[in-house]
């Protein structure tokens, strides 16, 4: 909650949370003496203890920190907003992202779960394309297919047709699926033992995103970049 509305008082964190005041009051002093939460001018906020498991959790994942630089030097080169996203509970988790000089601006930040969306996002699909199929389906299965927009797959023998077609191609595309006016391409990111560590995606404005560039620019420079990727975790992880 502290993090929903960017911090509060007392009072104004009650008015979000089924609690008395008084049990609140134990609750945010706990925190604060453990320092997961900071008070200033009689306001509470989250305490920058949480950086040390957000950089605790990419150390531990394979692929996460080498993915960074790659991000931003796709970034430089093409102008528009890249993001690395890796697969938790069946939610795409925005790893990292970097805006070129062009980009769209988006509120999406390093960390937030995208929501049960694999099926209308570039990213998305190109990991589900390439889990297990076991794991596909149980995904499939539980989150369905929302929609979010009027271009959004709802029909899961179409999506499942499509996602073959991306396994052929290795890359994925998002015609406003996601969000009106915005197309995107993402490749899968694959682990030494087959397994996918996550997806890189660039996203632009559908004026910018046309013809060669969707389907074939965009596609071979990610693809390269995930390669490049790939063959950076596989060197790492034979050196531990």
Known sequence: MLR????????????????PKSTLHNHLVTLE??????????QYHLGVRFLNFGEFVKRQRPGFEE?????????????????????????TVYVHIAEGDRAVKSRTAVGQRGGAQLH??????????????????AVLDYWGLSKITE????DRERLLAQLE???KRRYALNREEHIEGLYAVGVPVIGP???????????????????????????????GASNELELNITFSESNQ
């Open 67 to 91: 993915a960074k630089p790659v991000v931003e030097e796709l970034a430089e080169s093409t102008g528009e907003r890249v993001q690395f996203v890796a697969e938790e509970h069946g939610h």
């Open 33 to 42: 003496r453990n320092h997961y939460v900071v008070k200033k001018d009689n």
């Open 165 to 167: 077609e991306i396994r």
């Open 120 to 137: 209308a996002t570039a990213a998305g699909k190109a990991i589900l394309a390439f889990l297990s199929e076991e794991r596909r389906q």
């Open 193 to 223: 033992n087959e397994s996918v560590i996550g997806a890189i995606s660039v996203s632009g404005p559908t004026h910018r995103m046309q013809g060669e560039r969707l389907t074939t620019e965009l596609p071979e420079s990610l693809l």
């Open 4 to 19: 929903e509305i960017n911090g509060g008082t007392l009072t104004e964190i009650a008015e979000h949370v089924d609690l």
């Open 151 to 154: 271009n959004t797959i709802q």
